[in-house]
Every structure is written in structure tokens, then in C-alpha cells.
């Protein structure tokens, strides 16, 4: 698995705020929706079905995400100072309608 920078845009009414997570999975894709699934207010509400953003809270939240490998001589110090979150694809599959949007 890889270790990935997932960049999150958070869109909440007229404002917009980014955050960034650290994610070990097998994908750019998995990377993207695990760091979605963690930021959200309720995951098992999680709208997926859109095609650019995902939502939360009935669209009150916005989220959309952007993962860049990180080079693996890099994740040793990464770990130190950052959690590095393991996706976890039952949760994912868990979450609002991701299953049949996939």
C-alpha cells in the first residue's frame, strides 16, 4: 500500500476551506474517498452519487479531494509528526449510498 497527501476542499455555504490528510491505501481513488469519509459530520448519511463534490448533511457540506503519492523515503518522518490513517473499505462501503455508486 502507498502512502498518499489527500488535499480536501470543504465547501460550506459561501465558504471554502482546505485541509490536508494522510492516507495509506492501494489507490488514488481510495485515498480520495477514505479522507472524505473521515473529514464528514455523518458518514452514514454521505451523499456519493454526485459527480464533483460529495455530500454531507443533506448538502449543507461539500467535499471534494485531490491525493498526491508520497515518496516513500518521505513517510518515516511523515509518521512522526502526522497520523497516517489506514483506508478502511468496509467503512467506505459502509458510508451513505458509496456502494451503489461506485
Given at each position: 500500500?502507498?502512502?498518499?497527501?489527500?488535499?480536501?476542499s470543504?465547501?460550506?455555504?459561501?465558504?471554502?476551506?482546505?485541509?490536508?490528510?494522510?492516507?495509506?491505501?492501494?489507490c488514488?481513488?481510495?485515498?480520495?474517498?477514505?479522507?472524505?469519509?473521515?473529514?464528514?459530520h455523518?458518514?452514514?448519511k454521505?451523499?456519493?452519487?454526485e459527480?464533483?463534490?460529495?455530500l454531507?448533511?443533506y448538502?449543507?457540506?461539500?467535499y471534494?479531494?485531490s491525493?498526491?503519492?508520497?515518496?516513500?523515503?518521505?513517510?518515516?518522518t511523515?509518521?512522526?509528526?502526522?497520523?497516517?490513517?489506514?483506508?478502511?473499505?468496509?467503512?467506505?462501503?459502509?458510508s451513505?449510498?458509496?456502494?451503489?455508486?461506485?
Amino acid at each position: 500500500m502507498n502512502v498518499y497527501k489527500v488535499t480536501l476542499s470543504i465547501i460550506i455555504g459561501e465558504y471554502e476551506k482546505t485541509t490536508t490528510t494522510f492516507v495509506r491505501a492501494s489507490c488514488f481513488k481510495l485515498a480520495n474517498d477514505y479522507a472524505i469519509y473521515l473529514e464528514s459530520h455523518t458518514p452514514e448519511k454521505l451523499d456519493w452519487s454526485e459527480d464533483k463534490f460529495v455530500l454531507d448533511l443533506y448538502g449543507e457540506f461539500a467535499y471534494q479531494a485531490s491525493a498526491e503519492k508520497v515518496k516513500h523515503s518521505d513517510i518515516g518522518t511523515l509518521d512522526r509528526y502526522f497520523p497516517i490513517y489506514r483506508c478502511d473499505e468496509t467503512k467506505l462501503i459502509n458510508s451513505g449510498n458509496y456502494a451503489s455508486s461506485q
